[in-house]
């Protein structure tokens, strides 16, 4: 189960990242051109909002119960937080993508309560960009943490 998952983690948060820019541009374009929220802009914005849930969620069973990395670290807690890699897996990696997570969450909700369409595309651009801003900080391509991970597994 724990490889499955970890595949399945790391092929979704490439799915996740492909919406995001999606929606990004839609909602940009849609904000600056004063353009309608179309349905396929509803749509787009539900398929990586709920993508994003599912790469939480995987994380969260990973992070709780199949991954051998966390049991090590719930270990020694203490030990793991003084090593920098160990302190990215078991604080920071889990915490951007929650928070990352919510803040595109609120987004959403505060963006289908807009009253304008351009208010519309305006607040789901700007929850957009700093919920994959703080994402991207968080996944191990090296930029917070010295550890890298494949891009493919």
């Given at each position: 189960?724990?490889?499955?998952?970890?595949?399945?983690?790391?092929?979704?948060?490439?799915?996740?990242?492909?919406?995001?820019?999606?929606?990004?541009?839609?909602?940009?374009?849609?904000?600056?051109?004063?353009?309608?929220?179309?349905?396929?802009?509803?749509?787009?914005?539900?398929?990586?909002?709920?993508?994003?849930?599912?790469?939480?969620?995987?994380?969260?069973?990973?992070?709780?119960?199949?991954?051998?990395?966390?049991?090590?670290?719930?270990?020694?807690?203490?030990?793991?937080?003084?090593?920098?890699?160990?302190?990215?897996?078991?604080?920071?990696?889990?915490?951007?993508?929650?928070?990352?997570?919510?803040?595109?969450?609120?987004?959403?909700?505060?963006?289908?309560?807009?009253?304008?369409d351009e208010l519309k595309h305006k607040k789901a651009f700007i929850y957009t960009l700093i919920a994959i801003l703080i994402i991207l900080l968080v996944i191990p391509f090296g930029i917070i943490n010295s550890e890298t991970r494949p891009l493919w597994r």
């Amino acid at each position: 189960m724990y490889s499955f998952l970890l595949q399945f983690h790391s092929i979704n948060r490439w799915l996740v990242l492909l919406l995001a820019l999606i929606v990004l541009f839609r909602s940009f374009t849609g904000w600056k051109s004063r353009r309608t929220f179309t349905k396929g802009d509803n749509i787009s914005y539900s398929i990586f909002i709920g993508l994003l849930h599912l790469q939480a969620l995987t994380g969260l069973l990973l992070y709780f119960v199949y991954s051998p990395v966390t049991q090590q670290i719930f270990a020694d807690f203490g030990a793991a937080m003084k090593n920098s890699s160990s302190r990215f897996w078991a604080v920071e990696h889990i915490a951007g993508t929650l928070v990352g997570t919510i803040i595109a969450q609120v987004g959403r909700i505060v963006s289908k309560k807009a009253l304008t369409d351009e208010l519309k595309h305006k607040k789901a651009f700007i929850y957009t960009l700093i919920a994959i801003l703080i994402i991207l900080l968080v996944i191990p391509f090296g930029i917070i943490n010295s550890e890298t991970r494949p891009l493919w597994r």
